[in-house]
């Protein structure tokens, strides 16, 4: 709520000095996004707080829909799940490299995601026809997982093929939501937007093998794995070339 009063408050400071035409215009959309997410349900039991960075492609019409790709990684350093190498320790709970050196094994939650959006722009404020309540949603693709390293060490346990053993590569459709507020200055060179996130993921294990639980059959049940948070995106500014007058005698 804070962040949606700032940004009208700020719009609306920036639309006083703004003396062209509002009238709304189409646009090509790139925009840079940043996303700061907690997770629920099953994407909880295995992460903490994740966050995206990625890009949203596409059209925005005079009539204000928007139609466009959402792409981002999402990254973290929250793992919650708990035992997984307890089996490669010693007496001491190490785990050793080849040398028999104590290895420096560290685990972060990564993905992607990359979702088809279709939304609309609502004119309010009395800001300019090209601002407004944003909403957009869609649907697409997410893969998530752990990334395991051993910084530059060599644990053979944890080399090459033996990583998607312990990794949980999980990945299956996605649907998402957003309800934010979006500024375009109607001499272009602002353009913002900012708001409210969620996504739902319907996934599925893709290891048929956990190495940590070798006696359990890997469930390929429907997982429900939901992201709710903050997202916020800075567009670039794209102009037409304006033809060029020729004048003859």
């Known amino acids: 709520m804070i962040i949606l009063i700032f940004l ?10 703004n003396q062209k035409s ?17 997770t629920h349900e099953d994407l909880a039991d295995r992460y903490g707080f994740l966050n995206h960075v990625g890009l949203m492609t596409g059209f925005k019409t005079k009539k204000n829909y928007f139609f466009g790709l959402n792409s981002y990684f999402l990254f973290g350093n929250n793992v919650k799940l708990t035992g997984v190498f307890d089996h490669l320790t010693d007496e001491y709970g190490n785990i050793t490299d080849i040398n028999g050196d104590i290895a420096a094994l560290v685990v972060f939650p990564r993905g992607f995601s990359s979702n088809l959006t ?5 004119p309010i404020f009395n800001v300019n026809n090209n601002s407004g309540v944003f909403i ?14 051993t910084n530059e060490q ?24 957003f309800l934010g507020y979006n500024f375009m200055a109607s001499t272009g060179g602002y353009h913002f937007y900012g708001g409210f996130y969620a996504q739902q993921g319907l996934t599925k294990n893709r290891r048929d093998l956990f190495y940590d639980r070798p006696d359990e059959e890997v469930s390929k049940d429907t997982r429900l794995d939901i992201q709710m948070g903050l997202k916020l995106g800075w567009v670039v500014p794209i102009y037409k070339r304006q033809p060029k007058e020729f004048y003859f005698d």
């Open 154 to 177: 060599v644990v053979p346990q944890l080399e090459l093929d033996y990583k998607k053993g312990y990794d949980r590569l999980t990945t299956g459709i996605n649907f998402h939501q």
């Open 118 to 122: 279709i939304g609309k722009i609502l």
């Open 136 to 149: 957009h949603g869609g649907v697409g693709f997410l893969l998530h997982k752990m990334k395991i390293e």
């Open 8 to 17: 009208v408050a700020f719009t609306h400071e920036l639309s006083a000095q």
């Open 22 to 38: 509002d009238s709304a215009v189409s646009r090509t959309w790139i925009g840079f996004e940043y996303g700061a997410n907690g």
